[in-house]
């Protein structure tokens, strides 16, 4: 287990190494320069080039830039002069991620339970009807979803406020729209999976001992069918506390999705290099922990 | 001894999108207190459907058509959900046929017996653990304190099997059905299980039906044979009679098809030509007509009633036995059916 991890970590370490590098030569690569602009005389736009060290050789420029972050130092942002990229992270990241994890919990959660459900009664009625809200689920995008509810909501019913951040009825809409394609994709998955286990032998033997199908739900079905779910809660979980640009834009949120987009039109080099390796840190590190957890569920997986 | 457990007419369908399928048509059975029967046939011909019936373990889409099950006088073909729930696994147990695809893989193998033992006792963790210590030590089971927290692929198949036969007999059931417990073991294993079973008989006082196509244990273990093929019993009797004294061409076939070193012949195995009928739209007349040498007309178009022999209880449904068909094929029968004699 402890080889395991070991191995594990050296690799996401490299993994890292080689994501750091390719975004690197991939954003020099991107045609123009970050002050590039016609109402700016060239000699300034030069001046600041200069300023910030992209008038040097690529590969000068690359190495400084490793140097730099093993050292921590991830640089000051390009565009909001003399921020700190960490800073911008350190403000922005907390509200995305914990708008992420509630969204995602309760996703999880209603996903889960749902797919049992929906399995229980396979092929009646509220089967279907999960089932189409499901598809539904999954087939609305949030922008068209998350102005819907914000009007229905907000404006007509006013049961819950139009925007902003910090309440918890703030986070009720949000969490809403960001969730909803998660719990559609589980039900549908959680119900697959539970009904491969409900046809497995050991089912039989459960029945045979005069377990009711509740307890044969819960003792025996659950824990084998966590497996294959527990495969799409990594990337979920990195995905969803980096924030979404679309929910965060809707309901006015203060988070890190915009600085996303924002970045990469503007050719924040700093801060999209940044972010690239946060995020890519995090979804490592949770597929780490997700491969961790499957031996943890399933005793016939073994680590080494 | 009093009849423990009596089967009448039980009629099992599957009603599937292909239309009904009669996995069981008209079985009859009884088993007595400590006694151990088996049922004998080949794949597919409702021997696990009818145990698993009795069980009240049949799942969607199989019906019971009709039949009664007297357990202790109980019909239990019109027993509510909950009075089955309280009888499986406690009074009535089941041995399943691969013990490593009917034990649960993620749990560890003496939480799974215990299970079974807390389903039915008011007890406490400790008092489960001690009951599964004895039950592991009553299977002859190594090492059960430690391997009580293995998870069953840490074990070896014989051993498995074990701790299915401990987790059914944990409540000390009154009739334990096995459902080929030895059919997916090696043959040396298949005799510890045997001998298991055997040795637990003399131990406890639970009656056994036992389901396998493998005479050899049949032969082991059995007091009272039934011979079933597509749905029906075609022959019962006592193990004695019905291995020294077959009456249904089935059975000869059952008997001949066994591997033997002393068989005459350079060594072509016996074998029943032919499969068993398609059970959507089954014969209307015997089923193994179409197989049997000896098929005479009317066997294709009627049924053929029970013949009673001998002592009590030996009886075979088949045409050979009516008084019209008995002197001209009083050949065969005192052949059985062998022409290599």
Same mark, same amino acid.
């Given at each position: 287990?402890?080889? =395991?991890?070991?191995?594990?970590?050296?690799?996401?370490?490299?993994?890292?190494?080689?994501?750091?590098?390719?975004?690197?030569?991939?954003?020099?690569?991107?045609?123009?320069?970050?002050?590039?602009?016609?109402?700016?005389?060239?000699?300034?736009?030069?001046?600041?080039?200069?300023? =910030?060290?992209?008038?040097?050789?690529?590969?000068?420029?690359?190495?400084?830039?490793?140097?730099?972050?093993?050292?921590?130092?991830?640089?000051?942002?390009?565009?909001?002069?003399?921020?700190?990229?960490?800073?911008?992270?350190?403000?922005?990241?907390?509200?995305?991620?914990?708008?992420?994890?509630?969204?995602?919990?309760?996703?999880?959660?209603?996903?889960?339970?749902?797919?049992?459900?929906?399995?229980?009664?396979?092929?009646?009625?509220?089967?279907?009807?999960?089932?189409?809200?499901?598809?539904?689920?999954?087939?609305?995008? &949030?922008?068209?979803?998350?102005?819907?509810?914000?009007?229905?909501?907000?404006?007509?019913?006013?049961?819950?406020?139009?925007?902003?951040?910090?309440?918890?009825?703030?986070?009720?809409?949000?969490?809403?729209?960001?969730?909803?394609?998660?719990?559609?994709?589980?039900?549908?998955?959680?119900?697959?999976?539970?009904?491969?286990?409900?046809?497995?032998?050991?089912?039989?033997?459960?029945?045979?001992?005069?377990?009711?199908?509740?307890?044969?739900?819960?003792?025996?079905?659950?824990?084998?069918?966590?497996?294959?779910?527990?495969?799409?809660?990594?990337?979920?979980?990195?995905? %969803?506390?980096?924030?979404?640009? %679309?929910?965060?834009?809707?309901?006015?949120?203060?988070?890190?999705?915009?600085?996303?987009?924002?970045? %990469?039109?503007?050719?924040?080099?700093?801060?999209?290099?940044?972010?690239?390796?946060? =995020?890519?840190?995090?979804?490592?590190?949770?597929?780490?922990?997700?491969?961790?957890?499957?031996?943890?569920?399933?005793?016939?997986?073994?680590?080494? | 001894?009093?009849?423990?457990?009596?089967?009448?007419?039980?009629?099992?369908?599957?009603?599937?999108?292909?239309?009904?399928?009669?996995?069981?048509?008209?079985?009859?059975?009884?088993?007595?207190?400590?006694?151990?029967?088996?049922?004998?046939?080949?794949?597919?011909?409702?021997?696990?459907?009818?145990?698993?019936?009795?069980?009240?373990?049949?799942?969607?889409?199989?019906?019971?058509?009709?039949?009664?099950?007297?357990?202790?006088?109980?019909?239990?073909?019109?027993?509510?959900?909950?009075?089955?729930?309280?009888?499986?696994?406690?009074?009535?147990?089941?041995?399943?046929?691969?013990?490593?695809?009917?034990?649960?893989?993620?749990?560890?193998?003496?939480?799974?017996?215990?299970?079974?033992?807390?389903?039915?006792?008011?007890?406490?963790?400790?008092?489960?653990?001690?009951?599964?210590?004895?039950?592991?030590?009553?299977? &002859?089971?190594?090492?059960?304190?430690?391997?009580?927290?293995?998870?069953?692929?840490?074990?070896?198949?014989?051993?498995? #099997?074990?701790?299915?036969?401990?987790?059914?007999?944990?409540?000390?059931?009154?009739?334990?059905?096995?459902?080929?417990?030895?059919?997916?073991?090696?043959?040396?294993?298949?005799?510890?299980?045997?001998?298991?079973?055997?040795?637990?008989?003399?131990?406890?006082?639970?009656?056994?039906?036992?389901?396998?196509?493998?005479?050899?244990?049949?032969?082991?273990?059995?007091?009272?044979?039934?011979?079933?093929?597509?749905?029906?019993?075609?022959?019962?009797?006592?193990? #004695?009679?019905?291995?020294?004294?077959?009456?249904?061409? =089935?059975?000869?076939?059952?008997?001949?098809?066994?591997?033997?070193?002393?068989?005459?012949?350079?060594?072509?195995?016996?074998?029943?030509?032919?499969?068993? +009928?398609?059970?959507?739209?089954?014969?209307?007349?015997?089923?193994?007509?179409?197989?049997?040498?000896?098929?005479?007309?009317?066997?294709?178009?009627?049924?053929? +009633?029970?013949?009673?022999?001998?002592?009590?209880?030996?009886?075979?449904?088949?045409?050979?036995?009516?008084?019209?068909?008995?002197?001209?094929?009083?050949?065969?029968?005192?052949?059985?059916?062998?022409?290599?004699?």
């Amino acid at each position: 287990m402890l080889r =395991y991890a070991l191995k594990r970590i050296g690799i996401a370490l490299l993994t890292i190494f080689a994501l750091t590098t390719i975004t690197f030569f991939l954003l020099h690569l991107l045609p123009g320069d970050p002050f590039l602009n016609i109402k700016v005389p060239v000699a300034i736009q030069e001046k600041q080039m200069a300023y =910030y060290g992209l008038d040097k050789p690529i590969l000068q420029q690359y190495f400084i830039y490793l140097k730099n972050l093993l050292t921590g130092n991830l640089g000051t942002s390009l565009k909001y002069v003399g921020r700190n990229v960490t800073d911008i992270i350190a403000d922005f990241f907390p509200v995305s991620a914990a708008l992420g994890l509630i969204a995602l919990f309760f996703a999880e959660l209603i996903g889960m339970t749902f797919g049992i459900l929906s399995a229980q009664f396979k092929n009646r009625w509220p089967d279907y009807l999960l089932m189409f809200f499901a598809i539904l689920g999954i087939a609305l995008p &949030s922008m068209v979803i998350g102005p819907l509810i914000r009007y229905f909501f907000g404006v007509e019913l006013r049961l819950l406020p139009v925007s902003g951040w910090g309440t918890p009825e703030q986070i009720i809409m949000p969490a809403f729209v960001l969730g909803l394609a998660t719990v559609a994709a589980n039900t549908r998955m959680m119900r697959a999976c539970m009904l491969a286990v409900t046809t497995q032998d050991y089912i039989k033997t459960a029945q045979a001992k005069g377990l009711t199908p509740t307890q044969i739900v819960m003792r025996h079905e659950l824990k084998n069918s966590l497996v294959p779910m527990l495969a799409g809660i990594g990337p979920a979980v990195a995905s %969803v506390m980096m924030g979404s640009f %679309v929910v965060e834009k809707i309901f006015v949120i203060p988070g890190l999705g915009k600085h996303f987009v924002n970045a %990469v039109t503007t050719l924040d080099y700093p801060l999209i290099m940044s972010l690239t390796i946060f =995020y890519g840190t995090i979804l490592v590190t949770m597929n780490l922990l997700v491969d961790l957890l499957y031996g943890v569920v399933d005793p016939r997986i073994r680590l080494d | 001894m009093q009849t423990l457990l009596k089967v009448e007419n039980l009629t099992v369908s599957f009603f599937t999108q292909a239309g009904e399928v009669q996995a069981v048509r008209g079985v009859d059975f009884d088993i007595r207190q400590k006694e151990t029967i088996a049922i004998v046939g080949e794949s597919g011909c409702g021997k696990t459907v009818t145990v698993q019936t009795v069980m009240g373990l049949l799942s969607n889409p199989g019906r019971v058509k009709d039949g009664r099950i007297l357990f202790r006088g109980e019909d239990l073909a019109k027993a509510s959900r909950e009075r089955l729930h309280a009888l499986q696994g406690n009074e009535m147990s089941m041995i399943f046929q691969d013990p490593l695809t009917y034990l649960n893989p993620t749990m560890r193998v003496g939480r799974q017996i215990a299970e079974a033992y807390l389903q039915h006792n008011k007890a406490t963790r400790d008092e489960a653990a001690a009951r599964v210590l004895e039950i592991m030590r009553l299977v &002859s089971f190594p090492s059960p304190e430690r391997n009580m927290r293995a998870y069953p692929f840490q074990l070896s198949g014989g051993m498995r #099997q074990r701790i299915m036969v401990a987790m059914a007999l944990v409540c000390n059931p009154v009739v334990l059905f096995a459902d080929e417990p030895t059919t997916a073991l090696d043959v040396t294993i298949q005799a510890q299980i045997i001998e298991l079973m055997n040795s637990l008989k003399s131990k406890i006082d639970t009656a056994i039906v036992l389901i396998t196509h493998d005479m050899g244990v049949v032969a082991n273990m059995a007091q009272r044979v039934y011979v079933m093929y597509a749905g029906r019993i075609v022959e019962h009797g006592a193990a #004695q009679d019905v291995f020294e004294n077959p009456r249904h061409p =089935y059975t000869w076939g059952l008997l001949y098809s066994i591997p033997r070193l002393d068989a005459p012949g350079k060594g072509a195995m016996e074998f029943i030509p032919g499969t068993p +009928p398609d059970l959507l739209c089954p014969p209307e007349g015997c089923a193994f007509a179409p197989r049997c040498k000896h098929a005479m007309n009317i066997c294709a178009v009627r049924q053929p +009633p029970k013949y009673t022999f001998g002592r009590a209880e030996h009886c075979a449904a088949c045409w050979l036995y009516s008084e019209e068909a008995k002197k001209t094929y009083a050949d065969v029968i005192e052949k059985r059916g062998n022409a290599n004699g």
